[in-house]
């Protein structure tokens, strides 16, 4: 039973507009909760994290937002780049096991110049 | 610097043929995790290393699986009698893990993964 959900497996973008990927999970003691990004033919990469006493982090043109009521966070990019076309993943943690992160199955990003 | 580096990038097997998948961690770095990436899905996690302890093994899906990191460096996934369902990306990861349990945000870098078909 998959604990992390990213429903959409792809989206388009124009270059220059806002890309919102979307992720649901299903356990209330997830406190911890990243986005990677993933190239072909490489690892993941670390892109953005957020722990689940804040609503919302920001880096650069990456936001998380977090609604824990809602158990859902998205990932906003502004604006979208085509260099940012990607797999994006979300993962989760529980505060029952620091070493064990839950993948959803990504969110296939292009970005049309 | 080095990331992290995996060996061999592509194996293919014959049903029933064992295999050995080799993680070179970020030098310095103390935990070590091993996934699985069926196509088309995210990560899923087999195990997890603090040093040379091996402290999760709680995905590991079969007996047939098996991990070690003998000196605290360097990793290998084994797979015995590998099975058809064994096709996937096998992806090794690694953090600093300097205060286990104390510092618990970390980042795990990523290696390019071992992608195994087995026939």
């Known amino acids: 039973d998959q604990q992390v959900k990213q429903n959409s497996p792809s989206l388009s973008v124009q270059e220059g507009r806002i890309s919102i990927l979307n992720c649901d999970y299903t356990?209330?003691?997830?406190?911890?909760f990243l986005w990677y990004k993933k190239y072909p033919a490489e690892g993941p990469t670390f892109l953005i994290s957020i722990s689940s006493i804040k609503d919302k982090n920001e880096d650069g043109r990456f936001t998380v937002f977090l609604n824990k009521s809602a158990k859902h966070l998205s990932l906003h990019i502004v604006p979208s780049q085509p260099g940012d076309s990607a797999v994006y993943f979300c993962a989760a943690r529980g505060v029952w096991n620091f070493n064990k992160f839950y993948f959803g199955s990504g969110t296939k990003l292009n970005v049309k110049p | 610097g080095a990331g992290v580096s995996q060996s061999p990038r592509y194996k293919v097997a014959k049903r029933g043929q064992d295999v050995a998948l080799r993680c070179d961690p970020i030098?310095?770095?103390?935990?070590l995790f091993w996934y699985q990436q069926a196509l088309g899905q995210g990560p899923e996690f087999l195990t997890y290393?603090?040093?040379?302890?091996?402290?999760?093994k709680s995905g590991l899906p079969s007996d047939r699986f098996f991990a070690e990191r003998p000196e605290g460096s360097v990793s290998t996934l084994k797979i015995q009698r590998t099975q058809q369902e064994d096709s996937a990306v096998y992806l090794c990861?690694?953090?600093?893990?300097?205060?286990?349990?104390?510092?618990?945000?970390?980042?795990?870098?990523f290696g390019p993964g071992t992608r195994l078909l087995v026939l």
């Open positions: 030098s310095g770095h103390v935990s």
């Open positions: 290393f603090q040093n040379e302890a091996q402290l999760d």
């Open positions: 356990n209330s003691m997830f406190d911890y």
């Open positions: 990861a690694s953090s600093w893990g300097g205060l286990a349990g104390v510092v618990r945000q970390e980042t795990q870098y």
